[in-house]
């Protein structure tokens, strides 16, 4: 007998709009929706769901399936246990689920019945991708790029294993990246029987498919008649300061390959045929090291080998997309003033009209005030399947009806959490710029009483704060914790057009810091701020921004009471010599610390440490290779040596973000009683 598992809500946990509280324990409640996947016939829909084990110190996530002809039945849990199962992924005849659980690929039925391995790779396999004509299934793995079959594979890690030294050797940069040695594998993609069998390498040889610098996520795909499959590779020697990758494609059978993309120098990502097999669809960007450079939408040619941009003129990033059956459009999610939306554009556009002919926003169809992504179109054309999701509420499933514009859930794992919207400021920044940003109030907001002000710095610096859901920096609990939030998006964010994202690189403390304090001066004109209660917290170049305001706490308007710098930049020439991705200050600073000391001078904050008085809360992980621990190390003795009040805290097991749901707890404890301790 199956055994159906109906997709509970949690609805007493979280009814906290009657106490007006939303705290860390509430934000470990909210149940993770992702990944969906509208099945070939469009009847079905498959997604997973995280559920924080506090207990286990981890997110757990299982499959589920929601009908969307059956909108009274509830979603069902097709896959169990302790271990986490993810990447749903239907075959082309809809018949069978290939999934990713204990490293390696299996197939279910979509009832979650007959389960089957697929791959036994001793490396294992992540990402599964279905050939067209159901065989195969594709899949990546790290390996040992001189080993020629698993065997050896297996041998080399179990010696490694074994072995009692654990040096690192290594001949070539980036031999690290994030939170993990690079020295010895590389990533590469393959293929196997989707039925079980012997899986072949795709890509052999020294070097990672895809790149590092270029994964957007899966970034390989099979041609409609599969017998061909597109792949990202890196050709640049020196990948630490290239953020060069090329489309290839190579046959199943014979292996020859062919580079499309060889003369573009920088990003190219995301391949993807049209079901015609006419057009290979991808994004790219132009400038050569540059990783916040525009993300455009390209259409190759697959017989003439023509190139062209379909979204010129449109000035902001593509971040995902997906192709109807039909090979005539693309839909697509671009952020436009700190909110993903869905557009859509023909795949044949008529180059002669104006971009804002042929490029159709479809804001309406999902929400003017929440984020899309995970994009799905059925194969009739009418319905678009996506997540949803804003500050007020996490993802859900929505399905939308292209023919009427109207949407619905498909998914309400979560009951609704009782918050404050965010407002959307707009305030005049440096050299008249207009800058925008977001306020967000508590649930039990009080316009009669004064409140402290947090102001968070978002990280990048090309990035932005979004009216989206998280679970690292979640604005809720910050304003829930006593506080108004203000969430600003100055030079160098992103979905304001690519001169507002290029105007940050080498002025990392000039324009953006305008733009900062005339927003926090036209926030506190509000009455329910108390001006003389300010603090400001920051991670990563949010983090830098934290350790430059320290030496420049000197605006005449208002003065910040207390600091938090998670992962902050703070000795830039350290800094070069020791992050991985050396492409981005060579970027950010034009050159090396030899090539160009002027700026790296002019904008290092522990060159202005004797100004440094403000209370200060320094937070890393040990294992963070892109903004290394030693920049927190060198900050708190600053501070210490200054005689200001600080405190470090330091996780070893933890990287870049605080992930591990314990260390997250802890991180929240201390941060909030910090402010407290300075603000209230």
Known sequence: MKRILLLPLIVAALCIAAFGQFSFNDLMKVRRVSDPQLSPDGKQVAFTIGDVNMTANRVVNQIYVADLDRPDRPPRQITSGNSSNSAPRWSPDGKKLAFTTGGQIWTMEPDGDRKRQVTSISTGAGNPVWSPDGRWIAFNSDVYPDCSDDACNKKRDDEAEASKVKAIVTERLLYRHWVEWRDKKRTHVFVAPSEGGKAVDLTPGDFDSPPYAASSGVDYAFSPDSKEIAFLKNPDKIEAISTNSDIVIASITDKNQKNITSKNRGYDASPAYTPDGKYLIYRSQPREGFEADRWRLMRYDRQSGETVELTRG???????FTISSDSKSIYFVAGVRGRNRVFTLPVEPDFRLRIATHVKDLTSVSNEYSSSSGLNISSDGKTLIFLSNSMTSPSEVFSADLTSGSSKPVTRANAPLGLSRPEDLDWTGALGAKVHGFLVKPA???????????????????????????????????????????????????????????????????????DLKNGVAEVIKRPYIDKNRIGAAGASYGGYMVDWLLGHNNDPRFRFKAFLSHAGVYNLESMAGATEE????????????????????????????ANFDTPTLVTAGEIDYRVPVDQ?????????????????????????????????????????????????
């Not at 449109?314 to 995902?320: I, K």
């Not at 409140?451 to 009216?467: C, E, F, N, S």
């Not at 405190?647 to 910090?674: A, C, M, R, T, Y």
């Open 444 to 514: 039990n907001f009080d316009a009669s009483k004064k409140y402290p002000l947090i102001v968070l710095i978002h990280g990048g610096p090309q990035g932005a704060w979004m009216d989206n859901w998280g679970y690292r920096w979640n604005p809720q609990i910050w304003a829930n914790a006593g506080y108004v939030v203000f969430m600003p998006n100055p030079r160098g964010s992103t979905t304001y057009g690519q001169k507002f994202v290029d105007e940050i690189s080498g002025d990392w403390g000039g324009k953006v810091v305008v």
């Open 632 to 680: 927190s190390y060198q900050l708190f003795t600053g501070l210490q040596l200054k005689g200001v009040p600080s405190k470090l805290i330091v996780f070893p097991d933890e990287g870049h973000w605080i992930l591990k749901p314990q260390n997250s707890e802890f991180w929240h404890k201390n941060v909030f009683d910090w402010f407290a301790k300075y603000l209230k």
């Open 582 to 609: 050396l492409w981005f200050v060579k970027w950010e600073f034009k050159g090396m610390p030899w090539e160009n000391p002027v700026l790296y001078n002019r904008w290092s904050p522990h060159k202005f440490a």
């Open 314 to 320: 449109f000035d902001q990033q593509v971040e995902e």
